[in-house]
């Protein structure tokens, strides 16, 4: 997919990436996106590995900043989006460390934000054909459920793959800090009020896996789903 490069300015992007303990993948990771996209800004969040990041990765090429403690990944990405906004980044890429998000595909969301003018750009996998049958039951469920609260079709729920105009985010206006901040990030912020879009990218799922507990997380969003209506 090609884009004027000259409408992309890239010192207003930040390639932002969660990590914890993720000292097979994330050096390819930052590899690929540094070939790619040489001049484009990441930030690593260490949330607490037991190997810290910045043991295998060089702080002259990425900035990494480090949570003491595992705090989750909804932490990470708000210490992610107060020190990108606080660098002055309009847009944030958010990337997972297990290299099941292609650094390929960033251009799709930099050029879906562009010709549609969309704050919020959520990339969809076609899971039915690559994922275990359990994580493609939670993503349906939740993903439905989040389309039915919001009043906006949500096809890909728990893909972390996203782009997001952060001049909308106010990280301690969220209260949940694990794998909930996502979707309640979207239950709070329906295309009715910031443009919404999606697109399709590949369905990677590797031998690395997946910091998510598939049963505890999804009755911790049941409890945060419900909880919404009582938001204000």
Known sequence: MKINTKKWDRAKYCAIIPAYNSAKT???LVHKI???YPQLDMLIIDDGSR???NQFLDNDEVKIIRHSQNRGKGAALK???KYAKKVAKKYGIF???DLQHDPAEIFKYIYKSYEESSDIVLGVRDIKHTMPFHRVLSNTITSFLISLRTGVRVHDSQCGFRLLNL?????DNYIYNGFQFESEFLIKNP???INFAEVKIKTIYNEHG???ENIRDTLRFIKMYFASYFWK
């Open 26 to 28: 994330l050096p390819e």
């Open 34 to 36: 540094r070939s790619l």
């Open 51 to 53: 190997k810290p990041v």
């Open 79 to 81: 210490t992610g989006i």
């Open 95 to 97: 990337l997972d460390s």
């Open 167 to 171: 001049e909308n985010i106010e990280p």
């Open 191 to 193: 295309s009715k009020r």
């Open 210 to 212: 997946s910091n998510m």
